[in-house]
């Protein structure tokens, strides 16, 4: 349990696990801003994508989704990091999966206009807002039933029931979801999207394909073919926008998976990160394909949350202190930005550490780990958790996250997702989930 009350704590009890955490309690370098192909985001604290699973049934922005962002865009937030968007209806996470198609582009931009203007209106500035593109792949649900397509077998999931052959998706499906990324770039541009995410995280299709050592053709095997869907991807949609719209990626560099499942890791050596081949893929988007900004992750959050949204309850006994899944977290990223300290790079996995994430951060920046810092549940509990970071008021307590993990239980009940320990509407959501 976090029982840390002060910073030294935290500080001290980071030493007793031979873990460092920076730290600084000035976090004024979080109101600093940052550019990006001209444009600026104006401080750096990013909201991380945060599925609501509450759009409507043809993939709009409902009653929920608008009240999420509308909270986001008060926030202070200098960047928002707009949830899992499908490109296909096939590759719905679940049946409110939101839905990026030209029928939809109305809908997305008057919440857009609403993010701005109430950001505007709050804070004084508005922020960026970028779509994440995705195609949930393995864990397609788009009737609310399991509707696997994925990159290949895998034992380590489907251990003795493997997912049908025909359920493995081919090259050419792979080809024409590349062309499709770069119609959902422009599509963004159009609905009024400053960027968008190529999605290549927590093993739904693009960051599955990372790892597929073991599938053969032009998508398998080799360090070329694995990474051929996100570089194609990225290439498509750069050429599909105006020169100023952002092109990323929301990128696993560790897997935590042992080889021959799991990028970023060891080939000899199990689960012991290895950051050989994100270095590489990051070098050729960054320095050959123009890519300038990053948003790290590691982990998966159904097999390994621990790894992915480090928490004091798990789904399972704690296999490790929650410190070092955050300290596992830092060091993969700052090995990213040492490689590349031109390139933009965003951290994940601070809510574990409550009121102390801020003085985190911040330090965590001084001593290069990454550039901005990203928030997913702290932003769901907090509503205006960076206005109050940047104020210099810092975090409080009894507002911040408390990693009980139930935001995601919603998500795997097929519930709507949000913060049922400081929100109402899903502490009812969750007793009804959990009274069935
Ligand atoms: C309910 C829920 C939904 C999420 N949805 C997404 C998503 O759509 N896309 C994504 O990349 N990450 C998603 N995440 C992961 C978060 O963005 C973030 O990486 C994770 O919660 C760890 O950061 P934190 O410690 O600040 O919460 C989700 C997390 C939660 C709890
Ligand atoms: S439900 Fe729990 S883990 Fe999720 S945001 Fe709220 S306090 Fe954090």
């Not at 498509?236 to 926008?241: C, D, L, W």
Request: aromatic share 10%; glycine share 8%.
């Amino acid at each position: 349990m976090f029982r840390c009350k002060s910073a030294a704590e935290l500080l001290e009890e980071a030493e007793k696990q031979q873990i460092h955490l920076p730290f600084q309690e000035d976090v004024s370098l979080l109101a600093t801003q940052v550019f990006i192909n001209g444009r600026e985001i104006p401080n750096r604290i990013a909201i991380q994508p945060m599925e609501g699973c509450d759009g409507t049934a043809d993939g709009k922005p409902a009653e929920l989704t608008l009240r999420r962002y509308d909270k986001f865009a008060r926030s202070g937030a200098g960047l928002i990091w707009a949830e899992a968007t499908a490109v296909w209806e096939e590759g719905r996470a679940n049946p409110r999966q939101l839905w990026i198609r030209e029928e939809n582009l109305d809908a997305f931009r008057a919440m857009n206009d609403r993010i701005r203007e109430i950001s505007m209106k709050e804070n004084g500035f508005v922020p960026l807002i970028f779509m994440q593109a995705t195609h949930s792949g393995r864990y397609s649900k788009p009737e609310g039933v399991p509707a696997p397509l994925i990159a290949y077998n895998n034992p380590l999931f489907e251990k003795d029931s493997p997912i049908p052959a025909e359920r493995i998706v081919t090259d050419d499906y792979l080809h024409r979801l590349v062309e499709r990324m770069g119609e959902a770039a422009k599509l963004a541009e159009k609905a009024g999207f400053d960027g968008v995410d190529i999605k290549s995280c927590h093993r739904y299709l693009g960051s599955e394909l990372l790892s597929a050592y073991t599938r053969p053709g032009n998508f398998g095997g080799s360090f070329e073919n694995r990474t051929r869907f996100l570089r194609e991807s990225i290439a498509g949609a750069k050429a599909a926008v105006s020169s100023n719209f952002i092109v990323t990626s929301r990128l696993n560099i560790y897997d935590g998976f042992p080889y021959p499942y799991g990028f970023g890791v060891n080939e000899k050596d199990g689960l012991i990160p290895d950051m050989t081949e994100p270095k590489k893929l990051i070098g050729i988007l960054h320095k050959e394909l123009g890519v300038d900004l990053l948003d790290i992750t590691i982990g998966n959050p159904y097999v390994n949350p621990h790894v992915n949204r480090p928490a004091d309850t798990q789904p399972y006994a704690l296999p490790e202190e929650p410190l070092t899944g955050v300290a596992r977290m830092l060091d993969c990223t700052r090995q990213i930005q040492a490689a590349y300290p031109d390139l933009t790079v965003i951290g994940s996995g601070l809510s574990y550490l409550r009121q102390f994430a801020p003085g985190v951060a911040a330090g965590a920046i001084r001593e290069g780990y990454f550039q901005i810092a990203g928030f997913g549940r702290m932003a769901f509990a907090y509503p205006e958790f960076a206005k109050d970071i940047l104020s210099g008021k810092g975090l409080d307590p009894k507002q911040c996250c408390i990693t009980c993990g139930k935001c995601s239980q919603l998500m795997r009940f097929g519930s709507k997702a949000g913060c049922v320990v400081r929100d109402s509407v899903y502490t009812r959501l969750y007793q009804e989930a959990t009274a069935k």
